[in-house]
C-alpha cells in the first residue's frame, strides 16, 4: 500500500514527533493514539485527512494544517504542512484550549519552522512513526 | 505466529499499557475507518448509510468518529447488516492483531457486500481441499511440507489434471500469490492450503514452491509417470 511519507523538523537533531513523545513518555495511551492516528492518516488520501483526525488552518496559521486527536480532556494538535507529493512535514506539538491554541505563539512559530523547512530540507528528516 | 516489526515498536509493545493501548486506539480507529472505507467505496453518503440505518446523520457522523469509542455491538451489527457485510469478533494474538492491522488504507479495509458468485456449492474437490488443509497445517518442516502437499496433489485425482508440474516452481513469491489467484478464479475453489503453503515458504523456507498454474493447465494424460507415482515410492519423476 502506497502511504505518505512524513517527516519531523528538527530541533538540536531531535525531531519534533520525538521531542512530543518524550515529553509523554510516561502515558502509554496517549503515545499510542498517536501512533496510531498517524499510521492511519499515512496510509489514506488526502482528501480523507478531515474532522475529526485533521484539520486545513487559516488565519495566523494559513498554509498549515493539524492532527487532531483528544485525551484526558486535552486537546493535542501537531502542526505540519504538505511539504511534496505524497509528503507531510510536521514541525510542533501543541494543544487547544478554548479555539486557541497553547501556547498563543504556535503559529508564528510553525510558519517560522515551515518557511525553514522549504528553504532547507535537512531542518527535516523522515520521522519514526512506528 | 510471528509478526516482523522493528526494534522501536517492539519496545513499545513489551510495555503492558502501551500494547493494551495499541489494541484500544487500533480497535476504535480501525472500526471507524473502516466504517467509513465501506461507506465510500459503495459511494454513500453519510446520509444515505444513516437512512438505510433508520438513525440520525449525527449518529453516523458519531460511529465514524475514533474518539467515541462507545460502540456496542449490537450497533457494528446493524452497520454490517447495512453494508450486507458479515461482522468478525474474536480474540487474537499480538501477532495476528499487528498483522491485521497492517494495512488500513481505504482500499485494505474495504469487503465486498454478500454475492452470490463469491460462494461454491461443494464438489468433489472438497475432499482435495481438506487433505491438503490438514496437510498445510501439520506441523512440519517446509520441505516435507511440501513433499506432502506434492504427494495429495499426486494422489487425488480431480487435483492432478489441474495442476502443471512444469511451472510449479514459482521464482517469486508475487509470482506465486497470482498463480494461486489464477488457480483460484480457474476453479473457482478458494483453496486457502495453498496460500498457506505459500506463507509458510515466504516464512524463509528454500523449499520450491508446490502450486498450481492456471494458465496451462495439464491434462490428465500429460504427466502419465506422476500419475503412476505414489508416496511410497520416493523421489517424485521428473
Redesign the interface.
Known sequence: MAGWTFRCYLIDDVDVLDEWRKTHEADDKLLAKLDTRLRFLQQNPRESWKRPHYDTLSGECAGLGEVRFEHKNVQHRILGFSSGQMEYTFVLAATEKGNKFVPLSTCTTAQSRMREVVADRSRARDCDCD | MIAI??K??LD?LL?K??R???V???VR??VA?QI?ALR?KRGWSQKKLAEVLGKPQSVLSRIE???YGKLSVQTLLEVAAALDVALLVQFASFPEFVERME??????LNRPSFDVAQFQTVDESSQVATELRRLVLAPVSPNALNASVTCAAVNFAPMVSFLDFATLRAPTAEAANSRVEAYQVYRGVPFRAFRRTLDLQSAGAEAPAVLPSASTPASPSAFPALEAWKPNQGALPQ
Open positions: 516489526v522493528t522501536r515498536f513499545k510495555r499499557p502501551y493494551e493501548a495499541y484500544e486506539e487500533n480507529t480501525g475507518y467509513r465510500e468518529d475514533p474518539d494495512d488500513v488504507s481505504p482500499e485494505g
